[in-house]
């Protein structure tokens, strides 16, 4: 019981004010025990007395007693409340924190193989049934066993042989009840992935919602959602089949106990075997005990489902971190500034384990120099910036940074000083300034002017209602593509890195606005290498256009995951190979359309 386990050391925490809690519930349920034993004593006393030699004041001091009892079970009950319901709710707090916590170390290829409407349902769904087990259930997992130990032994005290009568019927409930338990939690497992499958649709849904509308999809995807819908409310019902039966057998099983009471018990206090009072009494306690019993199916049902729940968020938190620091850094914690040659040697990768993406790479890109990374679509151009990122992980010895592997360079050193601008790039539903300034901390208004001047962003923000301060829409959705790329330039620029990766980042920009950015980019790169500690960036640039590749120092041409030419631009157009092929392509359809 792994679940059970863990849920134990997250409430481990709060064992002070688990133990008050606990106690402050055995109390209540202590003083509830009183009026029963109260109400025998004074019927005993009744049936004895008569007016002449009997005053009524014993009577007064049961009432009086009882009353107590009641109050100070009000108090004891308001705080086994506040701190057993307290308790559950700061364990989901730390179990979410936790998990969000968790969700920020896992690696991109994690989030591409799990659906986000899955994260979030098991986020949400599973989260409070955890809770519900460990507030309510906690509650009466105590209370039950309080109840009925100490019913029990009174009833035991009261009349043994009826106490045993009255326990036949639930002898045998017991055995139902523990062939229902697998079931129950199998089947809210099952409602409960159905849970996810339903957020996990609507999620894809609306943040798909321009195709869907686009293609005229909306009547197939209302479908799609009944169908997933009518699933979970069947799933639904099978689990209340099982569940809601709980309760009324729970319930049958003690008013049967109470008929077998009436009618045996009844017929001991005709026979004066037993005494008026102790019958009341322990028909009394007897009802009592119909809660706890009611409660138990309760309990199982909540705990099925707490330990079916954390069972499915621990699917998530026990998904290994796959990109980490290694053991052996090579760079100490206070050097925060990578430089140096950027070698590949004999790179080889696959995503999958089963073809190579990329085969046998070998670079050298120097410090402070540019490179461009040609090849037609699908020939690893992204993969091997994303290897240098450790995005995903090369095969150890395989990238240097200044001849360290970058596996031995903390992530965090290795990532703040590579720029990075994504092929798709993200950006937060927040104001531009906010998407621009993002990561880096200590930055000036002076700084931020200038970068969005590099980015060739000014003329776009002059025009937006609130200027640089204009909120852009989830993911960016109120700026046009070109717009979108260009912010995510600024951000990457903004962070002076010493790697700048441009990963076709200019793909939406029409070739004039594409050279002006680069040339702007590439000239203030080096004022700002002269004018700083930094030193010298370098730039890896991923185009199609041979207008701006050609501004590289050095081009590297990739065909099906191998490096196949290398060279300068003049170089490489005197060579036969892809380049020059390119090259030509590009030059006559540029004539041509000048030529319209
Ligand atoms: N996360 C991934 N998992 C599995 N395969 C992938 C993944 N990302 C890319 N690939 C595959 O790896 C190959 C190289 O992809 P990559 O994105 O590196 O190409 P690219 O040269 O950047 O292409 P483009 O010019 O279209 O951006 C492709 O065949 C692609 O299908
Ligand atoms: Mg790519």
């Known amino acids: 019981m792994d679940a059970l386990k863990n849920l134990y050391t997250y409430t481990r925490k709060y064992k002070y004010e688990l133990i008050a809690g606990i106690i402050a519930l055995i109390l209540t349920d202590a003083l509830g025990l009183l009026p029963p034993w109260l109400i025998k004593l004074a019927i005993d006393y009744i049936k004895k007395a008569d007016s002449q030699t009997h005053s009524i004041n014993p009577l007064i001091k049961y009432s009086v007693l009882i009353v107590s009892a009641v109050g100070l079970q009000a108090v004891f009950r308001y705080y086994w409340r506040k701190h057993l319901f307290g308790i559950s709710r700061k364990v989901e707090y730390d179990l979410r924190n936790d998990y969000f916590k968790h ?37 009466i997992i105590v209370d039950t066993a309080v109840i009925m130990t100490t019913c029990l032994i009174l009833m035991i005290f009261i009349s043994p042989k009826l106490t045993g009568i009255s326990l036949l019927p639930m002898a045998l409930v017991s055995i139902i009840v523990l062939k229902f338990s697998r079931e129950i939690r199998q089947r809210f497992e099952s409602v409960q992935k159905q849970l996810s499958e339903i957020s996990s649709m609507v999620h894809e849904n609306i943040a798909g919602i321009r195709v869907i509308q686009a293609y005229v999809q909306e009547e197939n995807e209302l479908n799609r959602f009944k169908k ?89 938190m026990n998904v290994k971190q796959e990109i980490y620091d290694s053991q052996q850094s090579a760079v100490s914690s206070q050097q925060s500034v990578i430089k140096g040659n950027i070698e590949i040697k004999s790179l080889t990768f696959s995503y999958t384990g089963k073809n190579n993406v990329l085969s046998d790479i070998n670079l050298n890109i120097k410090a402070g120099s540019s490179l461009s990374l040609a090849g037609a679509v699908g020939s690893g151009k992204s993969t091997l910036v994303k290897l240098i990122m450790r995005i995903y992980d090369a095969p150890d010895n395989s990238i240097f940074i200044n001849g360290v592997d970058i596996k031995r360079i903390p992530l965090k050193i290795l990532r703040d000083n590579i720029g990075y601008v994504e092929q798709e790039p993200f950006l937060f539903s927040d104001t531009i300034r906010e998407n621009i300034v993002f990561g880096v901390s200590d930055v000036t208004e002076n700084d931020i002017e200038k970068t969005v001047i590099m980015a060739g962003l000014e003329r776009d923000i002059e025009i937006f ?47 004039s606005t594409e050279g002006r950015v680069f040339t702007n980019i590439m000239s203030s790169l080096k004022d700002m290498s002269s004018n700083s500690s930094i030193g010298d960036i370098t730039v890896i640039l991923i185009s199609h256009r041979i207008s701006t590749m050609k501004e590289a120092d050095m081009i590297a041409v990739m065909e099906n995951g191998r490096i196949a030419e290398t060279g300068t631009h003049e170089e490489l157009i005197l060579k036969s190979g892809l380049y020059n092929r390119i090259y030509k392509k590009q030059v006559f359809s540029e004539m041509e359309i000048v030529e319209e």
């Open 103 to 139: 969700l920020q170390r896992l690696h991109w290829g994690f989030f591409q193989h799990t659906k986000t409407g899955d994260i979030m349902s098991r986020a949400t769904n599973d989260l409070q049934a955890v809770r519900e087990f460990l507030g309510i259930g906690s509650v």
């Open 228 to 316: 997933l819908n009518e699933q979970l409310i069947n799933k639904n019902l099978e689990l209340t089949k099982i569940s809601g039966a709980f309760f009324p057998l729970m319930v049958f099983t003690t008013g049967l106990a109470t008929a077998l009471v009436l009618w045996i018990g009844g017929r001991e206090v005709i026979r004066g075997q037993l005494t008026l009072g102790s019958y009341v009494a322990f028909n009394g306690y007897l009802a009592m005990l119909t809660w706890p019993m009611a409660a138990i199916g309760f309990m199982i049902n909540l705990s099925q489902r707490g330990i079916a729940s954390m069972r499915r968020i621990e699917e998530i």
């Open 465 to 511: 209602p609130h200027g640089i301060n204009t909120v852009i829409g989830e993911r960016g959705v109120t700026l046009s593509g070109g717009q979108k790329q260009r912010v995510a330039i600024a951000r990457a620029i903004i962070k002076k890195p010493k790697i700048l990766i441009l990963d076709d980042a200019f793909s939406n920009l029409d070739a």
